[in-house]
């Protein structure tokens, strides 16, 4: 595996479950959600401060990653969103309350990135995480983990939208809140649970992109528009649109960068971020509803005619 | 069962409701007609705790449920039926069975589901197919089966003969009646195809601009010509239904 290759899984896995949870939220709770930005800084500094501190691989760590960037969706939900959503708020409305959110977010990361740094004698303002990584069949670990956590998180997650009660419920609401409270669905419940995920989501993608990027205190301010990018491309109303556009947003990143420095110079490193919001704009004037509005099924279908047509 | 006392209403800051008083007794079919723009879906969502509701009471079983949320009153045995978007589309006919049934127990769903397939056979064909793809018809039974999945005491049902072809919503009002005869379920019903609606209806509620303008026996409200010819198109003892009540035959394929 080459070297942009292997960082860019790390870092496309990552994108991808950023771009997932906005995209999650957007289509339960109609809420662009600007935090995500500050939940994914904390999910790496969780991951940072368990191995700075207590030692050990940053993967085991995980798990307290998610949790966390969950108890930060619950905050949210709890202080700001449930009561916006409740009064019917405009989408506007949500989506800025959502930075306001994202911005106390920023000053606590401040505030902890201070407090490493005065108690542990850390410098917690640009980490490399991929110093605490290993090797595993001769490539880095992140590059086959990550990808690995990231197909096994989003196949957990299918199942439970498609295969669990309460997963099907959350459906049911995205689809139709009105007949789903008809039915006896607490859409409260369906709007928390969605908010768990999300921040949960959230804080485990900034975690995986702090393996192949400079940890640091801003280092949500500065991909969120990836973020952002990876969800309008796949289409906002669509889960799997939303992952595969934050994967796809987070490849072409590495790739681009790759292949154009080589014909162009190194100067094209300058414009990294220009090169998948390109691709992102080029895709949206042909599919304005992003991957999710590509019709697969048709091409696929247009595919096997042509191919029956050639035999004739 | 249901009273409605002065009810003021409407969204935002919209008023569709003025001082409307109704009385839905038990074990019947309470019919509320009108032309459009009267505020009967208004009345059917300020229940069901979806349109907002500025001032007067809504008493079901003696307890106030004004401003009380939609999923409690699904608790309470209230089931609602919706005009439009009373499926979700994107699930499965037997997903779309079990999710009516969310608070009942995995057996009992089980069970009922496999009675509304027996009520509504052409369910149990379908029953592996998204909603989506049912034509109009099949998609009002699937909306009563939906209706029914929760043993209520208290349906509500809006407009259940709207974009079907005449002879579906026929079979869909004697399914409606049936639910009365046979299960003792009482219902309050609004509906456009009002001839036929207060035919099989007990009591009717004549809704004008957000006002009620007669309130009685529903064969009795038959005749009165005045009333039916002005505002439900109803020529009296002809046995025609005017063109304002005529249902559209879009999506009304078996």
């Known amino acids: 595996m080459t070297p942009w290759m292997a960082s860019g899984l790390v870092y496309a896995s990552g994108l991808a479950l950023t771009a997932g949870s906005i995209t999650l939220l957007y289509i339960v709770t109609r809420t662009f959600n600007f935090a995500v930005a500050s939940m994914a800084t904390f999910g790496f500094y969780v991951a940072y401060t368990g191995v700075a501190i207590y030692g050990g691989l940053p993967y085991q760590y995980y798990p307290l990653v998610f949790l966390f960037g969950s108890f930060l969706g619950i905050v949210c939900y709890y202080g700001l969103n449930r009561h916006l959503l409740y009064r019917q708020a405009a989408e506007i409305t949500l989506m800025m309350s959502t930075l306001g959110y994202d911005l106390v977010l920023l000053s606590f990361i401040q505030m902890y990135a201070d407090f490493l740094t005065h108690t542990y004698r850390l410098f917690p303002r640009r980490v490399t995480m991929n110093t605490y990584d290993f090797e595993l069949f001769g490539e880095r670990a992140a590059a086959i983990i990550l990808p690995i956590i990231a197909i096994v998180f989003l196949t957990a997650l299918h199942m439970f939208l498609t295969k669990t009660k309460f997963g099907v419920a959350m459906r049911a609401t995205i689809e139709n809140p009105i007949l789903a409270g008809a039915s006896g669905i607490n859409s409260d419940k369906v709007y928390l649970v969605s908010w768990v995920i999300s921040g949960g989501m959230a804080s485990l993608g900034g975690a995986f992109m702090a393996m192949a990027m400079t940890g640091s205190p801003t280092m949500g301010m500065f991909t969120i528009p990836l973020m952002f990018a990876g969800a309008i491309l796949g289409g906002l109303t669509s889960l799997y649109g939303g992952i595969l556009g934050g994967f796809m947003i987070g490849m072409t990143e590495y790739a681009g960068v790759f292949y154009l420095s080589q014909q162009l110079g190194p100067w094209v490193l300058g414009y990294r971020m220009g090169i998948p919001l390109i691709l992102m704009a080029v895709t949206l004037l042909f599919f304005p509803r992003g991957l999710a509005g590509i019709p697969l099924s048709k091409y696929l279908k247009s595919l096997s005619g042509k191919k029956r047509g050639d035999g004739v | ?254």
Do not use: W
């Open chain 2, 1 to 254: 069962m249901l009273t409605v006392t002065n009810l003021n209403s409407g969204y935002g800051k919209l008023q569709v409701l003025y001082d409307l008083n109704i009385e839905v007794p038990g074990k019947g079919i309470t019919v509320i007609v009108g032309p459009n723009g009267a505020g009967k879906t208004t009345l059917m969502s300020s229940i069901m705790g979806i349109a907002r509701v500025t001032s007067g009471e809504i008493i079901y079983e003696n307890i106030p449920i004004q401003g009380e949320l939609t999923h409690n009153l699904a608790k309470k045995g209230i089931s609602y039926v919706p005009q439009m978007g009373n499926v979700f589309a994107e699930l499965s006919v037997m997903d779309n069975l079990n999710m009516a049934g969310f608070l009942m127990p995995r057996d009992e769903v089980k069970k009922k589901s496999e009675q509304m397939t027996e009520i509504f056979p052409v369910l149990k064909k379908f029953i592996h197919r998204d909603a989506g793809t049912l034509s109009g018809g099949e998609r009002r039974m699937l909306a009563i089966a939906m209706g029914l999945m929760k043993n209520p005491k208290l349906m509500l049902l809006d407009e259940l003969s709207t974009d079907l072809a005449p002879i579906i919503a026929e079979k869909v009002m004697m399914e409606v009646a049936r639910l009365r005869d046979e299960l003792g379920i009482t219902i309050l019903m609004v509906e456009q195809m009002a001839k036929r609606a207060l035919e099989i209806g007990d009591n009717a509620y004549l809704m004008v601009s957000g006002e009620v303008r007669y309130s009685g026996k529903a064969d009795d409200l038959l005749h009165e010509p005045e009333l039916c010819s002005m505002y439900l198109g109803i020529k009296p003892d002809s046995g025609q239904i005017a063109d304002v009540a005529k249902p559209s035959v879009e999506g009304s394929e078996e």
